[in-house]
């Protein structure tokens, strides 16, 4: 299972941070695998906010993202986490963590296997 949650209602310029943990079987598949966040927001096409690789040593940023968000990883933990700060309204969205099917920080939906329920994140202005 992977399970998300740190979402919640935040006025812009503020912070949350995300976690997704594994258990269970993905406990093994996350370690060796690439981890990434994704986001929907209401109307909207899914899309890439930031992956890690499987050493959480490399890491790739959508645009949005870079300056504001950093991915990195705890592997005690077996968890993913994304630090946001200088939250905009525009980020709000329900994010997904995901577990890649390579060991990189990819950036496509498609090289994604495993996906946690979503965390939904509200910014207000």
């Known amino acids: 299972q992977l399970q998300a949650c740190g979402g919640g209602l935040v006025q812009a310029g503020g912070s949350l941070r995300l976690s997704c943990a594994a258990s269970g079987r993905f406990i093994r598949t996350t370690s060796n695998n690439g981890m990434g966040w994704f986001r929907r927001a209401p109307g909207q096409a899914r899309e890439f906010v930031a992956s890690?690789?499987?050493?959480?040593?490399?890491?790739n940023y959508a645009d949005s993202a870079k300056g504001r968000f950093t991915i990195s990883r705890d592997f005690a933990k077996n968890t993913v986490y994304l630090q946001m700060n200088s939250l905009k309204p525009e980020d709000t969205a329900v994010y997904y963590c995901?577990?890649?099917?390579?060991?990189?920080?990819?950036?496509?939906?498609?090289?994604?296997?495993?996906w946690g329920q979503g965390t939904l994140v509200t910014v207000s202005s």
């Open positions: 995901a577990v890649a099917r390579s060991s990189g920080s990819a950036s496509n939906a498609e090289d994604y296997q495993y």
């Open positions: 890690t690789n499987w050493r959480g040593v490399s890491s």
